[in-house]
């Protein structure tokens, strides 16, 4: 199914009037401090998150999988869906795929398709977590880190695979994740394994087109959990320099040990201009791939000040990837994705809000109590009203969840497609 543009235009039209006034009200707030409203819609507008092609499906745990309905079992339907999103929301205006869970079959088909829905390939993902049907090696013990030349072989071999099935797309990125770990101590020999994971990722590195970067991410547990070869964004940080200037860190929300302070390793890669990419979604415990800003949304609010930061004075820092990874267990993932939308641009608006100059005089002065007043002051703000506006403004809809309910799209899909499909992914 597509949306068409004067179903946007019909939806709209309840509620434009009432938003105008929250625009005007607010605007008129902002401007006696000397922030200018225009400017940060604008920004708004033009920020795109890549979605996953691996999160349009029921996420599952190792305990089970509850469907949806409706799921698109193949990639066009999973572009058609995120194309959906798109229309609703213009701020999803890209896909990462997953390789070997999503290779296109007729590349041309794929790519006008993803045209048609002004959704580009954004970084294309690896995967030596899992054995392929007829793979010659097992992960089992790793991949990239393996003891065994032949394995670490067949890893480095799928990695530029999965380039040259970016490269007939459009992708300008690669985002390497391992699962490369030991369960128990003795194990692994650290230093092997370290030492064997950076030579693979040179020969991945030496086969990078001109044009394109390396991500690594980093996480400290899961599925291994005595220890994680690429633990932290030390390591990863380290892995990327020893690569070269191609290659960087990634940053990915759920990947930390709780308490972890997110916000002073964004800034730290940031200054070293080595930071990537970035994955968002919220966490209790750790990689629990909850809903964007769900559980903890001043951690994000603190998290995009410093993006913004970054973005402002780091200009050895390159443009960022932005994507949302989560996983869906009990929520339609496409009201899970336009929430985490939602979410994002929200924190990005309010980051956009924080009087800099303030911040940095009460900082100079050791004002600390200026400094929280500033960043909560700045958090407290509502503003909502310049999201939506961002959102009409760009062609989308005000509410994007009321109206992927009004329209009635889930039911939708489930008559296109049936209630047994099963997405490709996790
Ligand atoms: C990992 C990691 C990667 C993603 C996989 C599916 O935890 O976050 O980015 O590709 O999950
Ligand atoms: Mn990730
Ligand atoms: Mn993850």
New binding site residues.
């Given amino acids: 199914m597509r949306i068409e543009q004067q179903q946007i235009v019909d939806y709209n039209i309840s509620s434009s009037k009432d938003l105008l006034k929250q625009v005007d009200f607010l605007s008129n707030q902002l401007d006696k401090k000397g922030i200018h409203t225009k400017a940060i819609i604008r920004k708004l507008a033009d920020f795109q998150v890549a979605i996953p092609s691996?999160a349009l499906g029921a996420g599952g745990t190792r305990f089970g999988r509850f469907s949806y309905g409706g799921e698109p079992s193949s990639l066009e339907q999973k572009i058609d869906d995120i194309g959906l999103i798109h229309k609703l929301t213009q701020s999803a205006g890209a896909i990462s795929l997953?390789i070997p869970w999503d290779i296109p079959k007729d590349y041309n088909a794929i790519k006008e398709l993803a045209n048609s829905h002004n959704i580009i390939f954004d970084a294309v993902?690896s995967n030596t977590f899992q054995d392929q049907p007829n793979a010659k090696e097992s992960y089992k013990f790793g991949s990239l880190s393996n003891v065994s030349n032949a394995v670490r072989e067949q890893a480095i071999e799928h990695n530029i695979d999965v380039i040259n099935i970016g490269e007939k797309l459009g992708s300008k990125s690669i985002?390497v994740?391992l699962a490369d770990g030991s369960n128990f101590p003795g194990q692994h020999n650290f230093q092997l394994a370290l030492q064997n994971t950076q030579e693979s990722l040179q020969k991945i590195y030496k086969d990078l087109p001109e044009d394109w970067k390396l991500f690594i991410?980093y996480?400290p547990y899961e599925p291994n959990f005595y220890s994680t070869v690429i633990r932290d964004w030390g390591t990863s940080l380290m892995l990327a320099e020893g690569c070269g200037d191609k290659a960087y860190s990634l940053v990915?929300l759920g990947?930390h040990l709780p308490n972890t302070n997110i916000e002073q390793i964004v800034a730290t890669l940031m200054m070293k201009g080595k930071l990537g990419g970035f994955?968002f979604n919220d966490s209790k415990y750790g990689?629990d791939d909850l809903t964007v800003g769900s559980i903890k949304p001043y951690a994000l609010f603190l998290i995009f000040n410093e993006l913004v930061y970054g973005m402002e004075n780091n200009k050895n820092n390159p443009d960022l990837s932005w994507m949302i990874?989560a996983s869906h267990n009990v929520k339609d993932p496409l009201e899970d994705l336009i929430q985490s939308l939602d979410a994002i641009l929200i924190a990005y608006a309010q980051a956009l809000l924080i009087d800099q100059k303030a911040l940095r005089q009460a900082q100079q002065e050791n004002d600390v109590t200026k400094c929280q007043e500033i960043l909560q002051n700045t958090y407290r703000t509502d503003v909502r009203p310049l999201v939506k506006q961002a959102r009409l403004l760009s062609g989308g809809v005000i509410d994007p969840i009321n109206a992927y309910r009004k329209l009635d799209i889930r039911n939708q899909l489930i008559k296109e497609r049936g209630t047994s499909s099963v997405a490709t992914g996790?």
Avoid: I, M
């Fill in positions: 691996w997953h993902n985002t994740w991410e996480k990915d990947h994955h990689d990874d996790l």
